[in-house]
C-alpha cells in the first residue's frame, strides 16, 4: 500500500503549533470583541460566482488560485480563497442592511492553489474583520488601531510595521490609471508576461507584481499621491492624523495597493521583514464599491484579514500552561477513589489528571514528564482512614492530609 500522505501544502496542526495558532485566534477574539465586533460563520464553500464577481475577475486569486469544483449536482463550486466575499454575501441574502453599522469577524480555513513555501499554504487559516456602513475616517483608524492593538497583545507590535496609502475615490483612481497605463505603455518590452496581460485588463495590478523586472518598472512609476483629488487627500490626511493622535506609528507606503480590485480610499498592511517574501502578516483596507456591486445597496465597508499561521510563526514565547495536579492510586482496587477524587478537584476548577494505568514508579514518571507541581498518592490503608498522601513534586515534601480537607490543602 502506498503510504497515506497530506496534500502539498496542507499541513496537519498539533503540539506546540496549534498551541501558537489557537493563541492567535483568542487573542485576536478577546481583541475585537472589545471592540464590539461580533462573529460569523459562513459556509467554506460559495457558489463560484460569489468570488469571481466580487474579487475582480483580474485578481491572481480568481485567475489562478482558486479551488473550483462541479458538484453531483453540476453547480459550479469554489473552496473560499478569502473571508470578505463571504461575509458580504451573507450580509445581503439575509438581508442585515437594517443593522448598521455592522461589525463583524470571521476565521476559519481558505483555499489558495499557490506554490507552498514558507508562510504559504495551499489550505491556511485567515481571521478577519468587516466593519459596514461607517464611512468616516476615524472609523478607518478605529481598525487599524485595532489591528495594531493585537498584535501588541501577541507581543509582535516591536516586529511589525504599520504601511498606509490611499488609492482615493473613483475619480482619482481612474485618473491614475490613466496615467500608469501611459507610463507602463512606454516600458512594455520590460514587463513580465503576466504584467503585460494586467496591463490590458487591470493595470494596477502590476504594482503588486512580485516578479523582479516588474519591479524595476514600479519602482519609477507615477505615485498615486499626485493623482487623488481634494476630497481624496483630505480623508487621507484625516486618517494619518488620526493615526497620530492615537500614538500609532506608521510608514506612508505609496506603492501599496492590495491584491484585490475593490479598494477605495485607505489601504494598509501590517509588514515583518521575519519571513521573508511572505512579510504581510495583516492586510487590509475600505472598499466603498464592493456590497453595491453585490446586490446589497450602497453600504460603505473596511475591513481586515491576517494569516493566522504566518503570525503563529513569529510567536516564540507561549504562556506558560498551568501546571496539572495527578492523581495516583497506589492498588488497582482504590481506581475507581482515585478517580472521584481527580474529579472533586477539576470540578473546583483546578487542572487535575490521572494516569490510566502502570504501577506507582511508572506514574510518577509521567508525572514529571507532564510537568505536575502536585501529586495525591491514594493508598488502600490511607484512605481506610479517610486520608491520603499530598505530594509536592518541585521539592519532594509530602504529608498525609484527610481527604475531606483537599481543596484547601492544594491551595
Ligand atoms: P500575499 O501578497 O502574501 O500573496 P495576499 O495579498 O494574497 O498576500 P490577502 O488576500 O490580503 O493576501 O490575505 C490576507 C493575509 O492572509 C495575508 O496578509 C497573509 O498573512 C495571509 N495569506 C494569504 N495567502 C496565504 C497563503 N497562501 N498561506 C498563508 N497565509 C496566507
Ligand atoms: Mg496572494
Redesign the pocket.
Known amino acids: 500500500m502506498t503510504k497515506l500522505q497530506s496534500v502539498r501544502?496542507t499541513y496537519d496542526l498539533y503540539g506546540e503549533a496549534k498551541r501558537k495558532t489557537k493563541r492567535v485566534t483568542r487573542i485576536a477574539e478577546e481583541v475585537v470583541e472589545k471592540y464590539g465586533f461580533e462573529e460569523i460563520e459562513t459556509p467554506i464553500f460559495e457558489f463560484t460566482e460569489v468570488f469571481a464577481r466580487n474579487l475582480g475577475d483580474t485578481s491572481?486569486?480568481v485567475t489562478k488560485?482558486m479551488y473550483c469544483f462541479e458538484d453531483r449536482g453540476g453547480e459550479s463550486l469554489t473552496l473560499r480563497?478569502?473571508g470578505t466575499a463571504g461575509a458580504i454575501r451573507a450580509f445581503v441574502s439575509n438581508g442585515l442592511q437594517q443593522n448598521l453599522p455592522l461589525k463583524i469577524y470571521y476565521q476559519g480555513p481558505?483555499f489558495?492553489y499557490?506554490r507552498?513555501q514558507k508562510?504559504?499554504?495551499?489550505?491556511?487559516?485567515?481571521f478577519?474583520v468587516e466593519l459596514l456602513g461607517a464611512e468616516t475616517p476615524q472609523a478607518d483608524v478605529e481598525i487599524i488601531a485595532m489591528a495594531y492593538e493585537f498584535l501588541e497583545k501577541l507581543g509582535l507590535d516591536g516586529q511589525v510595521t504599520v504601511e498606509v496609502n490611499s488609492l482615493g475615490d473613483d475619480e482619482s483612481r481612474d485618473a491614475y490609471r490613466q496615467k500608469l497605463v501611459e507610463y507602463l505603455n512606454a516600458h512594455y518590452d520590460e514587463l513580465s508576461d503576466d504584467s503585460k496581460a494586467r496591463l490590458e485588463r487591470n493595470p494596477l495590478r502590476v504594482l503588486?507584481s512580485?516578479e523582479d523586472c516588474d519591479k524595476n518598472v514600479v519602482a519609477n512609476a507615477p505615485l498615486y499621491a499626485d493623482s487623488l483629488n481634494s476630497a481624496s487627500r483630505e480623508f487621507f490626511a484625516s486618517v494619518l492624523s488620526g493615526l497620530d493622535r492615537l500614538g500609532i506609528k506608521y510608514r506612508v507606503n505609496n506603492r501599496l495597493v492590495?491584491?484585490?480590485d475593490y479598494y477605495t480610499h485607505t489601504v494598509f498592511?501590517?509588514v515583518t521583514d521575519k519571513l521573508g517574501?511572505?512579510?504581510?502578516?495583516?492586510?487590509?483596507g475600505r472598499y466603498n464599491g464592493l456590497v453595491e456591486q453585490m446586490g446589497g445597496g450602497n453600504v460603505t465597508g473596511i475591513g481586515?484579514?491576517?494569516?493566522?499561521?504566518?503570525?503563529a510563526m513569529l510567536l516564540d514565547n507561549l504562556p506558560e500552561t498551568p501546571r496539572p495536579i495527578v492523581v495516583i492510586p497506589v492498588t488497582d482496587e482504590v481506581n475507581t477513589a482515585a478517580l472521584e477524587i481527580t474529579q472533586k478537584l477539576r470540578l473546583n476548577g483546578l487542572y487535575a489528571e490521572q494516569g490510566y494505568s502502570g504501577n506507582i514508579k511508572k506514574r510518577m514518571i509521567k508525572a514529571n514528564k507532564i510537568n505536575a507541581k502536585l501529586a495525591v498518592i491514594v493508598g488502600p490503608d490511607e484512605l481506610a482512614r479517610g486520608e491520603v498522601v499530598l505530594k509536592n513534586l518541585d521539592n519532594g515534601e509530602q504529608k498525609n492530609i484527610a481527604v475531606a480537607n483537599i481543596m484547601k490543602e492544594v491551595k
Do not use: N
Open positions: 501544502g491572481d486569486i488560485e480563497p478569502e481558505m489558495r499557490e507552498p508562510g504559504r499554504q495551499r489550505q491556511f487559516t485567515q478577519g503588486d512580485k492590495r491584491g484585490l498592511e501590517l517574501a511572505q512579510g504581510t502578516v495583516l492586510a487590509g481586515w484579514a491576517c494569516g493566522v499561521e504566518r503570525l
